[in-house]
């Protein structure tokens, strides 16, 4: 074909595992209830700079260090990061990607959380707790978009690849990776329901 791909943009979308996820989650959203309770420096940090929700980012981040269930979460994410590590064709040079950053994410209704990039780190990820029907997706951005200076609309039929921007949909039980550069963000929660999920950060230095 005279026209052929250059550059791509990969993620990575799979099942954390093939059964009793449910009994892990309930395990994980319990802890992860309890935290937004008891952590009030994630509380204060959260008032300021997640208006409305809770995160464990600037106060709880090492939770992989802190509990034995988001350490089995670690581990049960580290054969996804391996797959995807592969699929980038990373050359790790002998070195394990290591989860380094784990916290916790609770977004109430009208909660949101702007555009962003996870600097030092080489995969960064979200798992999902509990996803209630019509919560929000993870909004990914063309990392070409500022220079499309002069560069037409997109058909509205066009292939994923082609879009400005893509939503993967937020689904309990799934794990979404990608290359920690990708500028994401998640619009605001629009239903009466917390959205719960866990983000972390892989790095292989």
Not at 25 to 46: F, I, K, M, T, V
Not at 103 to 122: K, Q
Request: proline residues 9%.
């Amino acid at each position: 074909m005279p026209v052929r791909p250059l550059f791509p943009t990969l993620y990575y979308a799979a099942p954390l595992q093939t059964g009793r996820w449910r009994t892990f989650n309930e395990r994980l959203l319990g802890e992860c209830r309890q935290y937004a309770e008891d952590d009030l420096a994630g509380q204060a940090w959260s008032a300021e700079r997640y208006p409305g929700g809770y995160t464990s980012y600037g106060s709880l981040n090492r939770m992989h260090a802190l509990s034995p269930t988001f350490a089995a979460l670690g581990r049960k994410l580290e054969r996804h990061v391996a797959a995807f590590a592969r699929a980038l064709e990373l050359d790790l040079d002998g070195r394990p990607l290591a989860m380094t950053d784990c916290w916790i994410n609770v977004m109430p209704r009208h909660v949101a959380h702007g555009l962003h990039l996870h600097p030092l780190a080489t995969i960064s990820g979200t798992y999902y707790v509990r996803t209630p029907r019509g919560t929000p997706g993870l909004k990914f951005e063309d990392p070409r978009l500022d220079r499309m200076m002069a560069a037409p609309p997109r058909r509205p039929d066009c292939r994923p690849e082609h879009r400005p921007w893509v939503t993967v949909p937020a689904v309990a039980g799934r794990v979404v990776l990608f290359e920690s550069w990708l500028r994401h963000e998640v619009p605001a929660n629009l239903v009466d329901a917390e959205r719960v999920s866990v983000s972390f950060n892989f790095n292989w230095f």
